[in-house]
T-cell receptor, first 115, second 118 residues
């Protein structure tokens, strides 16, 4: 089955700096890669996603890049703010008829933005 | 936007009792819903995929007789933890596929249910 590796597990940055979180996936048939932000005790919130026919997508301070050849994708957050502090999860969806659209998640990255 | 609700948000029960958790898509129909379990400081572990009108598909290692799933309508899926024990204590989160618009991939999560079994 699909396997998603996420690094780093923890990341601490100063307010205003950029943060980068990287994920790799194993199944070349995967074609959808969302990123979720989860604050303590809350639900995961979709913050950005990318499909395999696109190499980069940006939404204000957040961007995601995808390298299909290398099977890795990254989340970039610029001008970080304390409210960006949370756990971030990457995920991949395998493209097959039997997948039922289920997502495989990485283990998460705890991002701390220090004021 | 797509809204998914869960009820209850937390529950405390005695060992041996059964607990039912509801997951509802409030403003869209969801033929597919997913149930996850999350331990503290860990990732989301998919338990099962719930399809409206058919049997749920369970992930390897998840006991189907222990975690009963019913997806009786396009807006409601329920997870029943039967004969709960302390090791079943966890954060249970559902998600639903929003099939509206150009994307059928997007999953939206419910707020989660914290189950504590005494």
């Amino acid at each position: 089955g699909e396997n998603v590796e996420q690094h780093p597990s923890t990341l601490s940055v100063q307010e205003g700096d950029s943060a980068v979180i990287k994920c790799t996936y194993s199944d070349s048939a995967s074609n959808y890669f969302p990123w979720y932000k989860q604050e303590l005790g809350k639900r995961p919130q979709l913050i950005i996603d990318i499909r395999s026919n696109v190499g980069e997508k940006k939404d204000q301070r957040i961007a995601v890049t995808l390298n299909k050849t290398a099977k890795h994708f990254s989340l970039h957050i610029t001008e970080t703010q304390p409210e960006d502090s949370a756990v971030y999860f990457c995920a991949a969806r395998k493209n097959s008829g039997g997948s039922n659209y289920k997502l495989t998640f990485g283990k998460g990255t705890l991002l701390t933005v220090n004021p | 936007g797509a809204v998914v609700s869960q009820h209850p948000s937390w529950v405390i029960c005695k060992s041996g009792t059964s607990v039912k958790i509801e997951c509802r898509s409030l403003d869209f129909q969801a033929t597919t819903m997913f149930w996850y379990r999350q331990f503290p400081k860990q990732s989301l572990m998919l338990m099962a995929t719930s399809n409206e009108g058919s049997k749920a598909t369970y992930e390897q290692g998840v006991e189907k007789d222990k975690f009963l799933i019913n997806h009786a309508s396009l807006t409601l899926s329920t997870l029943t933890v039967t004969s709960a024990h302390p090791e079943d204590s966890s954060f249970y989160i559902c998600s639903a596929r929003d099939m509206r618009g150009p994307s059928t991939d997007t999953q939206y999560f419910g707020p989660g249910t914290r189950l504590t079994v005494l």
